[in-house]
């Protein structure tokens, strides 16, 4: 019997439909339920037709103007970067700040973590999705990992990490410039403390990592399985947490500090693609989030893993895409089929 199992629910629903003389149509709605944390997530397939109420398309005008204005105040921009945000202690970044190409790392102002620091990730002020190059993507992990580093020397009660990124503001950013945040911390926030817990229990019971499994399941049936690059494995989730999630785990590390320079060359070029892929989609605005546990916190059985989203786009009086359903429920709703997403995503790989 397999240890990991994909479980779905289907229901008929059946309406009388006005736009249809009343005609009796029925259609199936399907739950799924995440192997893992046992979140679950909807799927309707007549709603793929109102994805355009949901999403939108982004409104070129409004985001020429946005960026324009944005621009003129940016505190990452130009030498402001340098005037305008704060630098760390020396006896924790001797320079202040972290340099990595045009990456640049130095602390949040208005922390939620012990060790909360920012990475300007680009000496431009708006990227459209195609042009977040894997050189780009790589400077910023870089810093973050030196950054990490540097934390790790001082603190050894720091052991939950994430690295992550909000772009633009349906995507919960506050400034348009692109940038990453990393949080390091003594306990894990919600959502990956579920995770590394849930992740120890499957390891104590089928002593064996659950991710390691995952991967050869998905790899066997092929459905959601994308590519690998290097020790990076790139699938979809069975039971997504948000729009077109992608996910990214790697097969043996699960503490970002032991990243080599090929893990970070090889997790940037599939960040690349991914976002080159939700352009493709038409979507602008993104989140994501690396979760890692160092081997101090005891974290047998986790992975280092990437989990990416697209956002809502940018458009007048545009919606949110989170609704009751989300922030309520917790459930997500479910726009792509993964299977169909994860076949469109293995051509851009």
Same mark, same amino acid.
């Given at each position: 019997?397999?240890?990991?199992?994909?479980?779905?629910?289907?229901?008929?629903?059946?309406?009388?439909?006005?736009?249809?003389? /009343?005609?009796?149509?029925?259609?199936?709605?399907?739950?799924?339920?995440? *192997?893992?944390?046992?979140?679950?997530?909807?799927?309707?397939?007549?709603?793929?037709?109102?994805?355009?109420?949901?999403?939108? #398309?982004?409104?070129?005008?409004?985001?020429?103007?946005?960026?324009?204005? =944005?621009?003129?105040?940016?505190?990452?921009?130009?030498?402001?970067?340098?005037?305008?945000?704060?630098?760390? @202690?020396?006896?924790?970044?001797?320079?202040?700040?972290?340099?990595? #190409?045009?990456?640049?790392?130095? @602390?949040?102002?208005?922390?939620?973590?012990?060790?909360?620091?920012?990475?300007?990730? !680009?000496?431009?002020?708006?990227?459209?999705?195609?042009?977040? =190059? *894997?050189?780009?993507?790589?400077? #910023?992990?870089?810093?973050?990992?030196? /950054?990490?580093?540097? &934390?790790?020397?001082?603190?050894?009660?720091?052991?939950?990490?994430?690295?992550?990124?909000?772009?633009?503001?349906?995507?919960?950013? !506050?400034?348009?410039? @692109?940038?990453?945040?990393?949080?390091?911390? *003594?306990?894990?926030?919600?959502?990956?403390?579920?995770?590394?817990?849930?992740?120890?229990?499957?390891?104590?019971?089928?002593?064996?990592?659950?991710?390691?499994?995952?991967?050869?399941?998905?790899?066997?049936?092929?459905?959601?399985?994308?590519?690998?690059?290097?020790?990076?494995?790139?699938?979809?989730?069975?039971?997504?947490?948000?729009?077109?999630?992608?996910?990214?785990?790697?097969?043996?590390?699960?503490? /970002?500090?032991?990243?080599?320079?090929?893990?970070?060359?090889?997790?940037?070029?599939?960040? !690349?693609?991914?976002?080159?892929?939700?352009?493709?989609? #038409?979507?602008?605005?993104?989140?994501?989030?690396? /979760?890692?546990?160092?081997?101090?916190?005891?974290?047998?059985?986790?992975?280092? &893993?990437?989990?990416? &989203?697209?956002?809502?786009?940018?458009?007048?009086?545009?919606?949110?895409?989170?609704?009751?359903?989300?922030?309520?429920?917790?459930?997500?709703?479910?726009?792509? @089929?993964?299977?169909?997403?994860?076949?469109?995503?293995?051509?851009?790989?």
């Amino acid at each position: 019997m397999a240890k990991i199992t994909f479980e779905t629910v289907q229901s008929t629903c059946t309406i009388l439909n006005p736009q249809n003389n /009343f005609a009796e149509e029925a259609y199936q709605v399907e739950v799924r339920k995440d *192997p893992l944390l046992g979140d679950r997530s909807v799927y309707n397939p007549f709603l793929r037709d109102k994805v355009k109420v949901f999403f939108g #398309g982004n409104d070129p005008a409004l985001i020429r103007e946005l960026v324009a204005e =944005s621009a003129k105040t940016c505190i990452f921009c130009g030498t402001r970067v340098e005037e305008s945000t704060p630098r760390y @202690p020396a006896d924790l970044v001797p320079q202040g700040r972290i340099r990595s #190409g045009e990456a640049l790392l130095f @602390p949040n102002l208005f922390a939620i973590g012990a060790y909360h620091a920012v990475v300007s990730l !680009s000496s431009a002020h708006f990227l459209n999705l195609s042009e977040y =190059s *894997p050189v780009l993507v790589e400077h #910023g992990l870089k810093a973050a990992l030196e /950054f990490l580093k540097a &934390v790790s020397r001082r603190d050894s009660e720091a052991r939950f990490v994430t690295v992550n990124a909000n772009y633009l503001f349906p995507a919960g950013a !506050s400034l348009v410039h @692109p940038h990453l945040q990393i949080l390091i911390t *003594p306990v894990a926030y919600t959502f990956h403390g579920r995770m590394i817990e849930a992740c120890r229990a499957y390891y104590l019971k089928n002593g064996s990592p659950y991710h390691v499994d995952l991967i050869r399941e998905e790899k066997k049936t092929g459905a959601r399985y994308i590519a690998q690059l290097g020790n990076w494995h790139w699938l979809t989730a069975f039971s997504p947490m948000g729009n077109n999630e992608i996910v990214a785990v790697h097969e043996s590390v699960r503490d /970002f500090a032991m990243m080599t320079e090929a893990d970070l060359g090889a997790l940037a070029r599939g960040i !690349s693609k991914s976002l080159e892929f939700y352009e493709r989609l #038409g979507y602008l605005s993104f989140n994501y989030s690396l /979760f890692s546990v160092s081997h101090a916190a005891g974290g047998e059985g986790n992975r280092c &893993v990437l989990k990416l &989203v697209n956002r809502q786009n940018l458009y007048p009086n545009y919606r949110n895409d989170d609704y009751f359903l989300q922030k309520m429920l917790q459930t997500e709703l479910i726009i792509n @089929p993964p299977e169909e997403l994860a076949k469109n995503l293995r051509l851009c790989f």
